[in-house]
T-cell receptor, first 112, second 113 residues
Framework: DSGVTQTPKHLITATGQRVTLRCSPR?????VYWYQQSLDQGLQFLIQ???????AKGNILERFSAQQFPDLHSELNLSSLELGDSALYFC???????????FGQGTRLTVV | AQRVTQPEKLLSVFKGAPVELKCNYS??????LFWYVQYSRQRLQLLLR??SRESIKGFTADLNKGETSFHLKKPFAQEEDSAMYYC???????????????FGTGTRLKVLA
């Protein structure tokens, strides 16, 4: 157990819908990262938050948004879902950004 | 540009054979480098970080700054080593002092009986 919790574990939804993925970082970790892992693809960095502030953005679509709340948990919102958004979404946390990143189990999103 | 390159998508070796998973990076400065492992679509776990210079599950990795490489090696592969391996770099985002992780595309290691 890495200490990073992601909910839900699985999500099946229809095209055009909106979903929210949740991540609770390890206690004391201020940095939260979101990644997308599609079938046979590597990890695509989406976005990073540090203590509530957005710090870095990767290949995140405009239909996707995220935020980190005062209690440090983070949510990733995916809207106007398309079939191609089906993927495993990972959240990771770390104390700073130079230390080890701890990953959650991921949320498997299936868009039908 | 900050980049991590893993040239092999798939590496198949026989049990007992040596393994080398390649990783090259591009970064101006002193990077922090990591190897993460992912078994059967489970969560990623840290395998090695270069500053600790330790051997985990028989794996070692040496940072070669001249060749900008951080290859992962194991002298004798075992079937349970079959997994996805990601090389990662921790790099400064900007002058704010924020760091982010940059992952390679990963190499799937298959150890054949």
């Amino acid at each position: 157990d890495s200490g990073v919790t992601q909910t839900p574990k699985h999500l099946i939804t229809a095209t055009g819908q909106r979903v929210t993925l949740r991540c609770s970082p390890r206690s004391g970790d201020l940095s939260v990262y979101w990644y997308q892992q599609s079938l046979d693809q590597g990890l695509q960095f989406l976005i990073q938050y540090y203590n509530g502030e957005e710090r870095a953005k990767g290949n995140i679509l405009e239909r996707f948004s995220a935020q980190q709340f005062p209690d440090l948990h983070s949510e990733l919102n995916l809207s106007s879902l398309e079939l191609g958004d089906s993927a495993l979404y990972f959240c990771a946390s770390s104390v700073t950004g130079q230390s080890e990143a701890f990953f959650g189990q991921g949320t498997r999103l299936t868009v039908v | 540009a900050q980049r991590v390159t893993q040239p092999e998508k798939l590496l198949s070796v026989f049990k007992g054979a040596p393994v080398e998973l390649k990783c090259n990076y591009s970064y101006s400065g002193s990077p922090e480098l990591f190897w993460y492992v992912q078994y059967s679509r489970q969560r990623l776990q840290l395998l090695l970080r270069h500053i600790s210079r330790e051997s985990i599950k028989g794996f070692t990795a040496d940072l070669n700054k001249g060749e900008t490489s951080f290859h992962l090696k194991k002298p004798f592969a075992q079937e349970e080593d079959s997994a996805m391996y990601y090389c990662a770099l921790s790099g400064r985002v900007n002058t704010s002092g924020t760091y982010k992780y940059i992952f390679g595309t990963g190499t799937r290691l298959k150890v054949l009986a």
